[in-house]
């Protein structure tokens, strides 16, 4: 699925480990796909959130997790997983691209696959910070209709075997593409670990 994510929602998959990283959590939730969404508006002016949820801050957005969901009390080792409801966003992100004829995954798509599970701890945040969730997804939906992002870098047409079978060039890019961002939080996992063990040696 990962490689039909554009650019910038590849980077909110990133930032969403880094957000549970930060919080001390074992998994990654829809709260931290949130911060996420959040984190990448700022830090990169993403169109759709801008537009649709301008006056919301990500430090409040961030303390509201923080009441619902309280930070850990140690760093998590090694991989993260998405939790149920973490992966549903995932899923329901291209149902929400393949509903408005896109062929591509893009935030505003993955914020339509969160406001689908009203049962989500991101939801909840949402609503507690007085966000009418309907009229969210009806605002998001005319953005990512109307607005065109670029396709996952490298996109191209051309076609190419892997074990036995057909990928596109881009799909084979953005494959590379996040398997090199695996390998560097990887990487930054075992220097940190490794430098735990030299301590108590």
Not at 86 to 101: D, G, I, M, P
Request: hydrophobic residues 40%; proline residues 5%; contains cysteine.
């Amino acid at each position: 699925m990962f490689e039909r994510f554009t650019d910038s929602a590849r980077r909110i998959v990133v930032l969403a480990q880094e957000e549970s990283r930060g919080q001390n959590h074992d998994w990654i939730g829809t709260e931290h796909l949130l911060l996420a969404l959040f984190h990448n508006r700022d830090e990169s002016g993403d169109p759709v959130l801008t537009e649709a949820l301008p006056a919301i801050r990500l430090d409040e957005v961030r303390a509201q997790v923080g009441r619902i969901v309280p930070a850990g009390s140690s760093a998590p080792y090694g991989h993260i997983p998405f939790t149920l409801r973490a992966k549903k966003v995932l899923e329901q992100s291209l149902r929400e691209a393949t509903r408005l004829r896109c062929g591509y995954i893009a935030p505003g798509h993955l914020l339509l696959g969160m406001l689908s599970l009203p049962d989500s701890v991101s939801v909840r945040v949402l609503v507690e910070l007085n966000v009418d969730i309907a009229e969210l997804r009806k605002r998001v939906t005319e953005l990512s209709t109307n607005w065109d992002e670029p396709p996952p870098t490298g996109h191209s047409s051309a076609r190419m075997t892997l074990s036995g079978g057909f990928v596109s060039r881009s799909e084979l890019g953005a494959r590379v593409d996040y398997l090199e961002e695996q390998v560097r939080l990887l990487t930054d996992e075992v220097r940190t670990l490794r430098g735990r063990l030299d301590k108590g040696r």
